[in-house]
């Protein structure tokens, strides 16, 4: 225990193996600095330095873009995917309580209307699945 508290405590950072001592620095024109600005954003890194050092080493530099029209056709898909899963189980319900609740010809004309309402609803999502893929290849890069 004596050694413990003769012993100095380590605090603050650690320090780094190979640390960046040697600055440099440019001065562009507007027009350079604003081509710069926009390969900058494009890139996505989030700090000039990484950048200028990929562009000066020339590293392979990963770009992501975000479409946001794209986005928020895959947020409204999913939430109509989550609507479609839900009237699926409300039909099996519907035909539980029809079977049970009326008799034979009186579920049957029920059981018409709720054949007649699912057809249109597989004709609806036939019409998104083609607008997707229609989207899909006009929008989306592959």
């Known amino acids: 225990m004596a050694t413990e508290k003769n012993k100095p405590k380590q605090v603050g950072r650690r320090p780094k193996a190979d640390p960046c001592r040697h600055r440099l620095a440019i001065n562009l024109n507007d027009a350079d600095?604003?081509?710069f600005l926009s390969l900058?954003?494009?890139?996505?890194?989030?700090?000039?330095?990484?950048?200028?050092?990929?562009?000066?080493?020339?590293?392979?530099?990963?770009?992501?873009?975000?479409?946001?029209?794209?986005?928020?056709?895959?947020?409204?898909?999913?939430?109509?995917?989550?609507?479609?899963r839900a009237i699926g189980v409300n039909y099996n319900q519907v035909t539980k309580a029809v079977k049970t609740a009326f008799t034979g010809k009186k579920a049957l004309a029920f059981l018409y209307?709720?054949?007649?309402?699912?057809?249109?609803?597989?004709?609806?999502?036939?019409?998104?699945?083609d607008l997707t893929a229609e989207f899909e290849q006009k929008w989306l890069q592959k």
């Open 113 to 129: 209307k709720l054949e007649k309402a699912t057809w249109e609803l597989v004709a609806l999502n036939q019409k998104i699945m």
């Open 40 to 84: 900058y954003e494009a890139s996505g890194l989030s700090d000039k330095a990484r950048f200028i050092t990929s562009c000066i080493f020339n590293r392979e530099l990963k770009v992501v873009k975000v479409d946001k029209a794209a986005m928020d056709y895959y947020m409204r898909l999913t939430t109509f995917h989550s609507q479609f």
């Open 33 to 35: 600095y604003a081509a």
